[in-house]
């Protein structure tokens, strides 16, 4: 029964939450929280602090969070499931209609004016993230014009590399990570 | 046979390390992917990885887990499809049963802040690198179309906030009446 209310708590969270991310936030608050009160809110704000800390899309580790808590190990499973189950019929249905109607003039003519607009989301999103990471304090908006110039000089020495060896950007990740431990360190 | 096993396990092997790494949200995976599906295997082309990306934010779930849906639909199927999800959602699976467990602990320490802090900024380098190469592209085709597009869903988005389904419809929309447009015009040009 447990595992059947987790499932269709997730499903539902799967099949709203369009545009990703911070958009699934209200949405997974509202069955989590409100509706089945299986976390209290000051826990809901830690599994956004622990997603933003982890690798992973927000609902994704909200279901293992919840799951684990409710039912163990199974739970968590079934609320994943649960989770990722809505994508997986609509987005294989739009695959299977894209590769099998992208030569048609009227689809090409869609997806030239949707290419550029792509482009203009990813960049968008990564300037969002570029100001988070060079704000001053923790993720935590303080105050304006306070530059943390250690993350300029990450961001600036990570570009450089990208462009001009086009490494692998794992590598690139990892290692301003450890250029972060670092100089964050000495810093105190 | 064999052959299949080996694409699936190295659908499974790939999606299973990009996720892993997958900081910062969900649009982190697809530079990652490029890189790794488009540059590295020369599976998947420039544009197609463009199309599906447009097809994985536009449908409902997790960005992350839509690209991988895709991707692995693309090269193995339906099955390739089943491969590629577990693949993206067993890293953050096992991480958070972990951290569940000892959750203040992870929250508060100090080394573990400043690690995702100095993350933070390379995670922005990759995506802001990858945007640069696409729009670099996109200028040598050198039409008004899409540089238009890409200005405006720009403004749309970042400066206006406007919901990405509305951004998607309404590119998609220019870019269809674009093509009749051209095509009429060179068929309406071409018969005097």
New interface residues.
Partial sequence: MIYLKLFWSFLQI????????YA?IPLIQSQVVDINQWLSMSEFA?VI??S??????????SA??VG??IAG?QG??VA?IG??F???I???S??YI??RY?GL??V???????????????????????N???ENG?GVSGKMGNVNFI??A??SL??II??KWKS???F??????????C???LDL | MKENIKLYFKLFTSTFYLSAFTFGGGFVIIPLMRKKFVEEYKWIEEKEMLDLTAIAQSSPGAIAVNASILVGYRLAGVLGAMITIFGTILPPLIILSIISVAYTVFRDSLIVNYVLRGMQAGVAAVIIDVVINMTIDLLKERKAMPVMVMIGAFIATFIFHINVIVIIITSGVIGAVSMYYTNYVKKSGGLK
């Fill in positions: 799967g099949l709203f939450s369009f545009g990703g991310g699934a830690d602090t622990i933003q800390m982890t690798p992973g899309p927000i609902a994704i580790n293992t969070f684990t808590r190990i968590a499973i994943t989770c990722v809505p994508s997986c609509i987005v294989l739009l695959a894209y590769y992208r003039s009227v090409q003519g869609v997806l030239n004016g949707l290419r550029p607009a792509v482009i203009a989301m990813i960049g968008s999103a990564g300037i969002a993230l570029m988070l990471a060079f923790k993350s300029v990450i961001f990570a570009i990208l462009r692998n950007p794992i690139v990740m990892i290692g301003s990570g450890i250029l972060g431990l100089v964050y360190s």
